[in-house]
């Protein structure tokens, strides 16, 4: 058994061939998390002394922050007393994650190939989450994929998905081409540790790919909750597909105040709107980013290349945000 300090005096224990995440978690301490599979740096913290060893590839680190004794904490295990530099959550008070039942209460088709999926819970079930929060679907033969959720809360006990196809994939073939009204499934949540934090003032900024837009659209709905005070100072969304039906959600849908860019990686000639990746997009309205909070969600590449260009154009590494939507080899 070795001990794990943090730079703000906390400590707990952890034994090696558990991670570091799953450690701090037991010992009811939370870290930052999102895929926990080692690619998209969500976990990423410091080791300022200490030993320890990868279980599984750190993908999501490069080479030079790897050299400054950077690690991802869902796939290390301490070898030996260790001093991390790391934020921890425990300010925040994050709904534990439970196995639950659910039963498919509506299925509709958003394109041709995303569909919006409620799901009804037991009356007793009392689901809490935060919005960005995502769950895990336990399908047969103990097939687990993560959707994020869509709403911020908890209405008639349904939760709502935004699912996109994927060619060839387990689950797909499910949704898509399986799945009937009242359906038993069971989930596992809510997980994850995209949701908003002290905004008030700043430049809330929203980057999306895909389906990556529903936790931001859950995000969206919550702020209605917060006060005056809590307020961020301007809100914009940028959200990045390849065609214009891939956008199942208008301007309409987010509100007067937010300030809404749709962008198309591969327009028609009949667009006028903006055009190319999210991230660049957004490089290109504003020269510094140091009043800005960016929360993104959607492919790792666009997170990844968010995150470099951003804090290089100013914004603080502590202001961004993220949730990588990474597909497993057969989803």
């Not at 530099?85 to 300010?91: G, M, S, V």
């Not at 939760?159 to 069971?186: P, T």
Request: net charge positive.
């Amino acid at each position: 058994m070795y001990s794990v300090r943090l730079k703000n005096g906390k400590c707990f224990s952890a034994t090696s061939g558990k991670t570091i995440l799953e450690a701090a978690r037991l010992a009811g301490i939370h870290f930052p998390y999102s895929c926990k599979t080692g690619r998209c740096s969500s976990c990423k913290c410091k080791i300022l002394s200490g030993k320890t060893n990868a279980i599984y590839p750190e993908l999501g680190l490069s080479d030079s922050e790897v050299a400054e004794n950077w690690i991802l904490s869902c796939v290390r295990e301490i070898k030996s007393d260790i001093t991390l530099e790391i934020d921890d959550l425990n300010n925040i008070e994050i709904p534990n994650a439970r196995t639950l039942p659910c039963r498919i209460s509506q299925i509709n088709y958003l394109t041709a190939e995303i569909i919006q999926i409620k799901l009804r819970l037991p009356p007793s079930s009392d689901f809490r989450f935060l919005s960005g929060q995502y769950i895990e679907i336990i399908g047969t033969n103990g097939i687990r994929r993560s959707y994020s959720l869509a709403n911020s809360s908890i209405t008639n006990n349904e939760i709502e998905l935004h699912i996109r196809k994927v060619k060839n994939g387990i689950m797909s073939k499910y949704w898509f081409e399986q799945a009937r009204l009242n359906d038993l499934l069971r989930l596992n949540g809510p997980l994850g540790t995209f949701f908003l934090r002290d905004v008030s003032e700043l430049h809330l900024i929203f980057l999306a790919t895909g389906t990556g837009i529903a936790p931001i659209f859950s995000i969206l709905r919550s702020l209605k909750k917060i006060s005056d005070e809590q307020q961020p100072s301007k809100i914009s969304v940028l959200w990045g597909s390849r065609h214009p039906e891939d956008l199942y959600l208008s301007a309409a849908d987010f509100g007067d105040r937010v300030h809404f860019i749709p962008v198309l990686s591969r327009p028609p000639r009949t667009w006028s709107g903006a055009k190319g990746y999210v991230q660049n997009v957004l490089l290109s309205s504003k020269s510094n980013f140091a009043d800005s909070a960016v929360y993104a969600c959607g492919s790792e590449n666009m997170i990844h290349d968010a995150k470099k260009q951003l804090v290089a154009f100013g914004l603080s590494t502590n202001h961004f945000y993220s949730d990588a939507f990474v597909i497993s080899g057969s989803q």
